[in-house]
């Protein structure tokens, strides 16, 4: 089965512009979460998608938005960019089947502002 | 507030040994999972061990080992017989039941030495 892939891997964008980030999850998965990871703040949650539905937001500006088609697909874009959104962007699937929510990540969008 | 605090940025350890990771949490909800990930130096985050914090009995997958202590608050994990190839950032996460939000530890570094 194909692990969680993320296009593209990595990007640089200059202050100002905007940014469309792709995650397609594991098949079967339909639970999708982004994160942020910078050296200063850690893994920091943006969102989660579940079948179309953003079911959590984290504590991010409204630059920050996502969405979720119906293969599960999902993109998370950032608007008018600022310096301090250069990080590594990692999504993660899950299968929300059963006890166990273990998330699977893909390889992360490493994101430059300049 | 829910929080994962992990107080230990490096840990080093002689290759064959065993080694604690720490990591306690913080929630008031009576039903949450707990979550360990390792972040080799290429970015991707690798799924390693769950509890359940109605597990009776301590997770192991392999060499891994959690050792939950729920009066405590806290879900160490355990490498035994180390490897070179564990060397990695290792993060503790949490995700409280019905959040769909998983919140992660600052992670610890671990280096195994030759």
């Known amino acids: 089965k194909a692990g969680v892939t993320q296009t593209p891997r990595y990007l640089i964008k200059t202050r100002g512009q905007q940014v469309t980030l792709s995650c397609s999850p594991i098949s079967g998965h339909r639970s999708v979460s982004w994160y942020q990871q910078t050296p200063g703040q850690g893994l920091q949650f943006l969102f989660e998608?579940?079948?179309?539905?953003?079911?959590n937001k984290g504590n991010f500006p409204g630059r920050f938005s996502g969405r979720q088609f119906s293969n599960s697909r999902s993109e998370m874009n950032v608007s008018t960019l600022e310096l301090g959104d250069s990080a590594l962007y990692l999504c993660a699937s899950s299968l929300e089947e059963g006890a166990i929510y273990e998330q699977y990540f893909g390889p992360g969008t490493r994101l430059t502002v300049t | 507030a829910q929080k994962i605090t992990q107080t230990q940025p490096g840990m080093f350890v002689q290759e064959k040994e065993a080694v604690t990771l720490d990591c306690t949490y913080d929630t008031s909800d009576p039903s949450y999972g707990l979550f360990w990930y390792k972040q080799p130096s290429s970015g991707e985050m690798i799924f390693l061990i769950y509890q359940g914090s109605y597990d009776q009995q301590n997770a192991t997958e392999g060499r891994y080992s959690l050792n939950f202590q729920k009066a405590r608050k806290s879900a160490n994990l355990v490498i035994s017989a180390s490897q070179l190839g564990d060397s990695a950032m290792y993060f503790c996460?949490?995700?409280?039941?019905?959040?769909?939000?998983?919140?992660f530890g600052t992670g610890t570094r671990l280096k195994v030495l030759a």
């Open positions: 998608y579940f079948s179309e539905t953003q079911r």
């Open positions: 996460a949490m995700r409280p039941s019905g959040t769909y939000k998983y919140i």
